[in-house]
């Protein structure tokens, strides 16, 4: 009961999934840990939208721009408003403290601007070659998954930079439970994407895996830990990676 309550705060907090009003401190531990499997809700909305698209034969830039608001609306944008608040402070070049406060300011500067602008331009274009190639469902639904494994991870396991925020309601240390959901993810996925795509398969998990670990690293640098914007930053930037590698390598179909 406590996991089918920690489901429903999952969908509640990162997807716009209408679930019961249902809160339970006790199974708030699992939210986050529940977090790669709320990454199936905007990975089948896209994958139906690709699908339906294609189907309707619209034009090539117009199913890609209904794709690309699917993946993003299925999560409220919630992810993408992590991006902009990271780069704002990101890339500001001040001292940790000043990136800290710029990271807590709900105010929109021109980096948040750029960096959501550039990033949606490259899965824009991304999404324009893969709504031209045969559809296939498992990409859709690897890559939120894979993204969403790393995001969780880097808030279970960092220590927290912000004392307000979900993020900051978790340990640093967590016990072992809460992270094999991630974990396993981050470890079956790469397997079952090589089963399914071949090398090219792999090479897009891969590829994931590199820019979110990246990514991760680069804010821990930065910031001294993690935060749910910081989180969202990884998320985001690792599924660009990813839409970007499979786009290049058609073999994955």
Known sequence: MKLVKAWWMTLGMFTIVPVPPVWDEDAKPWVVPLLPLAGLFPGFLAAGVAWFASQADFSQLLESVLVLLAWHLGTGFIHADGLMDTSDALFSRASREKRLAILKDPHVGSFAVISLSVVLLLQLAA?????SQTYILWPWLAIPVLSRSWASLAVLLTPKVLTDGYASQFRSTQKIR???????????????????G??????????????????????Q??????????AGFILVISETAALLAWAMIPEVF
């Open 127 to 131: 999404l324009e070659t893969l709504t």
């Open 221 to 230: 640098r930065s910031f001294g830990g993690i935060s749910g914007d910081l």
């Open 178 to 196: 809460f992270i094999l959901i991630p974990l396993a993810a981050l470890a079956g996925l790469p397997i079952l994407t090589f089963s399914l």
């Open 198 to 219: 071949g090398w090219a398969g792999l090479a897009v998990a891969s590829l994931l895996s590199v820019a979110a670990a990246s990514a991760w690293m680069t804010l």
